[in-house]
C-alpha cells in the first residue's frame, strides 16, 4: 500500500491550497481516508477524513468552514481543499488510511503518507 500526497506550497493567509493524496497497491473502497498535520515542536493532529464508500466526512473544529475533504473513485485519490487559510494552518500534512470509518484517532490508521509541507505567510 503507498500513499502519495501533493499539492503543498506555500501561500499567504486568506489564500488556498488543494492538497490530493493518491492510493496504490489496494482498494479502499471498504476504508476511510484521513487527513492529519504536523507543526514544528506539536503533535500530529486530526484534519479531516472521509470514509470511502458512504462520503461521510469527519473535520476538526478548527478547519470546519474553511477545509473540506472529497474524494474521487475513478482517481483512487482524496482531495483536501483548504481555503481561508491561517499561519496557523502552516504543518506538514499526512495522509492515511486504513480504518473503517472516518475517525480522529491517528492509531487507527495503518497507511501514512510521506507528507507535504503546508506553509502560510502572514
Known amino acids: 500500500v503507498q500513499l502519495v500526497e501533493s499539492g503543498g506550497g506555500l501561500v499567504q493567509a486568506g489564500g488556498s491550497l488543494r492538497l490530493s493524496c493518491v492510493a496504490s497497491?489496494?482498494?479502499?473502497?471498504?476504508?476511510?481516508l484521513g487527513w492529519f498535520r504536523q507543526a514544528p515542536g506539536k503533535e500530529r493532529e486530526f484534519v479531516a477524513a472521509?470514509?470511502?464508500?458512504?462520503?461521510?466526512?469527519l473535520y476538526a473544529d478548527s478547519v470546519k468552514g474553511r477545509f473540506t475533504i472529497s474524494r474521487d473513485n475513478a482517481k483512487k485519490t482524496v482531495l483536501l481543499q483548504m481555503n481561508s487559510l491561517k499561519p496557523e494552518d502552516t504543518a506538514v500534512y499526512y495522509c492515511?488510511?486504513?480504518?473503517?470509518?472516518?475517525?480522529?484517532?491517528?492509531?487507527?490508521?495503518?497507511?501514512w503518507g510521506q507528507g507535504t509541507q503546508v506553509t502560510v505567510s502572514s
Open positions: 492515511a488510511g486504513g480504518p473503517w470509518v472516518a475517525t480522529m484517532t491517528a492509531s487507527a490508521y495503518h497507511y
Open positions: 497497491g489496494r482498494t479502499f473502497s471498504s476504508n476511510a
Open positions: 472521509i470514509t470511502w464508500s458512504t462520503s461521510g466526512t
